[in-house]
């Protein structure tokens, strides 16, 4: 790092340091990320953090040091992205799956129906469509004017206040899951 001289580096420098040493910090990256395209990402996304926070950098003689901090945040920040990623789409995924089948519907707690219409409209509205209906989260997010994300949300909240209502309406059958109902029999 003999090269930088002054106290301070500008942009110009940070690029030359950088580019010069290119290679074994794109190896680096490499040996974390097994993606080559995000490798290069995550170089690139951390060489324009590094030109915006260059006034943090207090010994002009461990940039690249400092630079290699920069990177390893970036790394970890990916992982924790892609983490909390695969955890929600997992979630997702199970959420698509658990719609209720004709036989099912058939055999649910009658006070389900009676407590439908004591929800919220927009409840009343995912439970009716999204649990009860077939109705897929593209189109219904689209019908609505809302995203997946506020689909999703709303359709969460929707099922903890009916579930909230069975339990107060039902008690033990709710633990049960409100099939073969037996609660007002």
């Known amino acids: 790092m003999g090269s930088i001289m002054s106290k301070t580096v500008d942009h110009d420098t940070l690029e030359r340091e950088l580019l010069e040493h290119r290679d074994k910090l794109l190896g680096f990256i490499r040996t974390k990320v097994a993606d080559p395209q995000a490798a290069e990402d995550i170089l690139h996304d951390s060489l324009l953090k590094a030109a915006r926070s260059l006034q943090q950098l207090d010994d002009p003689d461990k940039l690249v040091a400092w630079f290699y901090q920069i990177v390893r945040h970036a790394i970890i ?3 924790r992205r892609q983490q909390t990623e695969a955890k929600y789409l997992e979630k997702y995924a199970r ?3 658990v719609a209720v089948t004709p036989d099912e519907q058939a055999s649910l707690c009658t006070c389900l129906h009676d407590l439908i219409p004591t929800l919220k409209d927009e409840y009343q509205e995912m439970i009716e ?3 009860l209906g077939d109705g897929e989260s593209e189109q219904v997010a689209q019908r609505l004017g809302i995203s997946r994300n506020n689909l999703k949300v709303r359709r969460y909240r929707a099922r903890n206040k009916l579930k909230e209502r069975l339990e107060e309406c039902c008690g033990d059958c709710a ?3 409100c099939l073969d109902c037996t609660c007002h029999e």
Do not use: S
């Open 95 to 97: 959420d698509e799956q």
């Open 175 to 177: 633990e049960r899951g």
């Open 129 to 131: 469509v999204m649990e």
């Open 77 to 79: 920040d990916r992982r």
